[in-house]
């Protein structure tokens, strides 16, 4: 199995902040990656697949980028609506695999 | 605008068979332009993926649980169907139903307890 090492696990940031979230993969995968935001109670939702291509509707704040193992989603201007936890996830072979999880908090 | 809706029991007892059916709106499984996987989440802990299957029932399952998993479709009802045997309490999780390899469309999650 590829393992998803997502850092940092946890982040506490304010509104208008830039924030940075880095994965890795345990073997190539070229840009077979997704980043996905969930709120609690809620399931995830796709923001950015393709390591870097922008899911319709994701405002653009959000930005990947990326390819073999090492991969980043920035948030460029943290909104209220942003805190959240947020995984990767690789698409280039099975099973399909997901990161441990950053949770973007409120300093 | 395709939406997915889980539903099956909540309570499941130790060593019985989990089942739960994602029901599709808004668009046809028989299109054959998808696949459509389970995923699951315990309690405050990461996603893991369970299988997906495709329109014709090929099917892809995490080896981890390939041995008691079973997934099928049933297009005259537009819908398809997980099936996991002998659960214990660590099979408790919230479990989803979503499309493609990257998910762009969730189901909104169902909770599972396995406890007597």
């Known amino acids: 199995d590829i393992q998803m090492t997502q850092s940092p696990s946890s982040v506490s940031a304010s509104v208008g902040d830039r924030v940075t979230i880095t994965c890795r993969a345990s073997?190539?995968?070229?840009?077979?990656l997704a980043w996905y935001q969930q709120k609690p109670g809620k399931a995830p939702k796709l923001l950015i697949y393709?390591?870097?291509s922008l899911q319709s509707g994701v405002p653009s704040r959000f930005s990947g980028s990326g390819s073999g193992t090492d991969f980043t989603l920035i948030i460029s201007s943290l909104q209220p609506e942003d805190f959240a936890t947020y995984y990767c996830?690789?698409?280039?072979?099975?099973?399909?695999?997901f990161g441990g999880g950053t949770k973007v908090e409120i300093k | 605008q395709v939406q997915l809706q889980e539903s099956g029991p909540g309570l499941v007892k130790p060593s019985q068979t989990l089942s739960l059916t994602c029901t599709v709106s808004g668009d046809s499984i028989s299109s054959g332009s998808h696949y459509w996987s389970w995923i699951r989440q315990p309690a405050g802990k990461g996603l893991e993926w369970i299988g997906r299957i495709y329109t014709t029932g090929g099917t892809n399952y995490n080896p981890s649980l390939k041995s008691r998993v079973t997934m099928s479709v049933d297009t005259s009802k537009n819908h398809f169907s997980l099936k996991l045997s002998s659960v214990t309490a660590a099979d408790t999780a919230v479990y989803y139903c979503a499309r493609d390899i990257y998910f762009d469309v969730w189901g909104q999650g169902t909770m599972v307890t396995v406890s007597s």
């Open positions: 393709g390591a870097s």
């Open positions: 073997q190539d995968i070229s840009t077979w």
């Open positions: 996830q690789q698409a280039n072979s099975f099973p399909l695999t």
